[in-house]
């Protein structure tokens, strides 16, 4: 059965440092997402992504955040400078056609910043 | 606003033990989407059930059961007969279905189910 991947499966980092954190969807999927969760917290709507732009985007998406599909696979989430509270779970998301489709999730990256 | 609420922060029952997890909704689009996730020790969003807002129909798969009732806007999951298998955080999602929304999901709290054998 398609899944969705992500990699790596933990990363610690030192504050101030970029991380990548890198996801390949389900393959004739066409809506991409990241979430995040802070540990013991609800699982939280960072950014949507469609025909190669952002979609829509959450408050705590700011200008620290990119996302990119650079190859037509791989969906990536760029933290250009880390902070302490950065420190979550980051769960990449795909979803095929129309709203009413599932989206399926990834394993998530575990970041730890230090 | 929308939004998702799951009241209960932790459940704990016997093995064998019936349990409902209850989850509010609030939204003003007339076409939404509800989800429950299951998230078990590993970390993973495990998915369970989607429901469309046209469709009150209720669901049984297995053990799990869900009551959808839009007059309450309430989506509740029911596990019958639990297991030490369902210990997990369930989370109750809304996705809004009007013109120029974009899929993402709304999660509520979520709750902590603990089965002990």
């Known amino acids: 059965e398609p899944e969705v991947t992500q990699t790596p499966s933990h990363q610690v980092t030192q504050m101030g440092q970029e991380v990548i954190l890198r996801c390949v969807p389900i393959?004739?999927?066409?809506?991409f997402y990241w979430y995040r969760q802070i540990l013991g917290q609800k699982v939280e709507f960072l950014v949507s992504f469609y025909n190669n732009e952002i979609s829509e985007k959450s408050e705590i998406f700011d200008d620290q955040f990119s996302v990119e599909r650079p190859d037509g696979s791989n969906f990536t989430l760029k933290i250009r400078s880390t902070k302490l509270e950065d420190s979550a779970m980051y769960f990449c998301?795909?979803?095929?056609?129309?709203?009413?489709?599932?989206?399926?999730f990834g394993p998530g990256t575990r970041l730890l910043v230090l | 606003a929308q939004k998702v609420t799951q009241a209960q922060t932790e459940i704990s029952v016997v093995e064998k033990e019936d349990v409902t997890l209850d989850c509010v909704y609030e939204t003003r689009d007339t076409t939404y989407y509800l989800f429950w996730y299951k998230q078990p020790p590993s970390g993973e969003l495990v998915f369970l059930i989607r429901?469309?807002?046209?469709?009150?129909q209720n669901e049984i798969s297995g053990r799990y059961s869900w009551n959808f009732q839009k007059s309450t806007s309430s989506f509740n999951f029911t596990i019958t007969a639990s297991q030490v298998v369902d210990s997990a955080v369930y989370f109750c999602?809304?996705?809004?279905?009007?013109?120029?929304?974009?899929?993402?999901?709304?999660f509520g709290q979520g709750t902590t189910l603990q089965v002990k054998p």
């Open positions: 998301a795909s979803r095929g056609g129309g709203l009413q489709e599932t989206q399926y």
């Open positions: 429901r469309n807002s046209f469709d009150e």
């Open positions: 999602a809304l996705s809004p279905g009007g013109s120029g929304n974009t899929g993402k999901l709304i």
């Open positions: 393959s004739n999927h066409l809506y």
